[in-house]
């Protein structure tokens, strides 16, 4: 495979397109592999799903998909990555729930960076030791794509470097970037045409540590699943009310901090629940969503009444610049 997008290459904006490149990178991906295993990190996400369903269409159970659950996904994500890899594409999927020991690593951690740290550093070691477990694989799969390349002195993103794992696993494989030629939307163009479901292919942008940067200060389990229990309220607002897809980011954050408020005639003590609703064609720029008055008005009722250790719901209108788009 090309280390540099030709310079007459076709963007991929139509499913003949996306056909045609899923055909070659077919033959590609035999000729490279043989009959030897692949080894991929499937986070369910855009890009490493895309790599997923082309290589199962390429060598089948060759292809061995770890999907880790660190305890940081959206509500029904990891029962989705199942459902469709495992029941759908028949994929030889190895699930490893590490909720407990992600969230034991961050108890009492407040500082961003140092929560970031831990959560990429405990994902590399969960990664590895199930590498270990396994024999015969000689090749890595990442969901490399050109803006990666693009933006990094070295070539590839350090977070889709293979040199991030220890040397006695990473020394083992080489790599496999079936997409690494492709931006974003093409990406998505090449899901559909592979058949993958639309709140896959489409799905808006997550941020690697998960919910652990919309959870701002220390992490507790029951703030992480207000935060979880929100957003997913969030989402299938959007969903109903016409905003999915038309939006390009829009999720909860529930900061480490109470306000007082009143529920059944009782005082409670409880957090606020932060929405953020974003566009952006650059990420550089960022501007402001204004919902409706409707939905922000049933998006406070519902997440108030349905979300324990809620009783305030707070809308960031804020673009950027000055703020960024993450709170963490």
């Not at 295993?37 to 082309?54: N, Q, R, Y």
């Not at 324990?308 to 209108?317: A, E, S």
Request: charged share 30%.
């Amino acid at each position: 495979m090309p280390d540099r997008r030709p310079e007459n290459m076709e963007r991929i904006t139509t499913p003949a397109l996306a056909e045609a490149f899923i055909e070659e990178q077919l033959k590609e991906l035999r000729a490279q592999i043989g009959d030897k295993k692949v080894l991929l990190a499937l986070s369910g996400g855009v890009d490493s799903s895309v790599v997923a369903a082309l290589l199962i269409k390429a060598v089948g159970q060759q292809l061995v998909c770890v999907h880790v659950n660190h305890g940081l996904l959206r509500k029904g994500e990891p029962e989705q990555v199942i459902s469709v890899f495992r029941d759908t594409l028949g994929a030889n999927l190895i699930y490893v729930d590490a909720v407990d020991r992600f969230l034991d690593k961050l108890a009492g951690i407040s500082d961003p960076e140092q929560k970031r740290h831990i959560i990429g550093e405990e994902f590399i070691d969960v990664f590895a030791d199930e590498a270990r477990k396994l024999d015969g694989v000689d090749f890595l799969a990442q969901g490399t794509i050109w803006p990666d390349i693009l933006e990094s002195e070295g070539g590839i993103k350090a977070h889709h470097n293979a040199g991030g794992l220890p040397e006695d696993i990473a020394s083992r494989f080489e790599l496999v970037e079936p997409v690494k030629i492709l931006f974003k939307d093409e990406v998505r163009e090449v899901g559909r045409a592979l058949g993958l479901p639309a709140n896959m292919v489409d799905r808006q942008p997550f941020p690697g540590p998960g919910l652990g940067v919309r959870c701002p200060g220390a992490i507790t389990r029951d703030r992480l699943e207000a935060v979880r229990e929100s957003d997913a309220i969030l989402r299938e607002e959007f969903a109903k009310n016409g905003l999915e897809g038309k939006v390009w980011q829009y999720f909860t954050v529930v900061p480490d901090f109470k306000s007082t408020g009143v529920k059944d005639g009782k005082r409670t003590f409880d957090w606020p629940c932060i929405i953020r609703a974003i566009n952006t064609t650059d990420v550089m720029e960022v501007t402001v969503e204004h919902l409706p008055a409707e939905l922000i008005d049933h998006l406070v009722r519902r997440i108030t009444t349905e979300v324990p250790g809620i009783n305030r719901v707070l809308f960031d209108y804020t673009p950027k610049p000055p703020a960024t788009v993450e709170y963490e």
